[in-house]
């Protein structure tokens, strides 16, 4: 099975602008979840999407928003973007949720300038 | 908030020797623990987890131990390679607000050859 897809790569943007990043899992899996990884933050979590219902979501500003489609594929959306959001946001799949495996994609470098 | 804690931050060992990190988790209810190991560059890749109802897991020259009643467990890598050295991840899923993964700090582990 192919494993999990992040669109895109790399993305350089400016303060004040929104973003949105995109997350496939892989076949089969029904949940995503998203972190952001910062040198000094380690992995923080952003949210969890399960068939299409966020269960669970961090301690993040309302700035930061996903959504989950029918088919699983998972989007974040960061508006109003700040210096201090630079950082690699990573998603993870899963089968299910609780005790199952996430497997993480390569995750988007996102730059603010 | 419920809390992961991992030690060392940062960890030099010599090929061959053995290397041990610990995480203490805040939620008593915990049941799932994966740990990750991050090559620099790389996805967080799973290497190894343990489930609250074993106390200790072992694949290779990768083991994995669980206390539930100090709420700690530890990773303990044997007969080290250089190819080991990366960033390991600890991770607990807290029941808390219905079972997120939460990830301690990281450790970086250097193998000197």
């Known amino acids: 099975k192919a494993g999990v897809t992040q669109t895109p790569r790399y993305l350089i943007k400016t303060r004040g602008q929104q973003v949105t990043l995109s997350c496939s899992p892989i076949?089969?899996?029904?949940?995503v979840s998203w972190y952001q990884q910062t040198p000094g933050q380690g992995l923080q979590f952003l949210f969890e999407?399960?068939?299409?219902?966020?269960?669970n979501k961090g301690n993040f500003p309302g700035r930061f928003s996903g959504r989950q489609f029918s088919n699983s594929r998972s989007e974040m959306n960061v508006s109003t973007l700040e210096l201090g959001d630079s950082a690699l946001y990573l998603c993870?799949?899963?089968?299910?949720?609780?005790?199952?495996?996430?497997?993480f994609g390569p995750g988007t470098r996102l730059t603010v300038l | 908030g419920e809390n992961v804690e991992q030690h060392p931050s940062t960890l030099s060992v010599q090929e061959g020797d053995s290397a041990v990190i610990k995480c203490t988790y805040s939620?008593?209810?915990?049941?799932?623990f994966p740990w990750y190991k991050q090559e620099l560059g790389k996805r967080p890749q799973l290497i190894i987890d343990?489930?609250?109802?074993?106390g200790e897991k072992k694949d290779q020259r990768i083991a994995v131990t669980l206390n539930k009643t100090a709420k700690h467990f530890s990773l303990h890598i044997t007969e080290t390679q250089p190819e080991d050295s990366a960033v390991y991840f600890c991770?607990?899923?807290?029941?808390?607000?219905?079972?997120?993964?939460?990830f301690g700090q990281g450790t970086e582990l250097s193998v000197k050859p």
């Open positions: 999407y399960f068939s299409e219902t966020q269960r």
């Open positions: 076949s089969g899996h029904r949940s």
């Open positions: 343990i489930r609250s109802n074993v």
């Open positions: 991770a607990a899923r807290t029941l808390i607000q219905g079972g997120k993964l939460i």
């Open positions: 939620d008593s209810a915990s049941n799932y």
């Open positions: 993870a799949s899963s089968l299910g949720i609780i005790t199952d495996t996430q497997y």
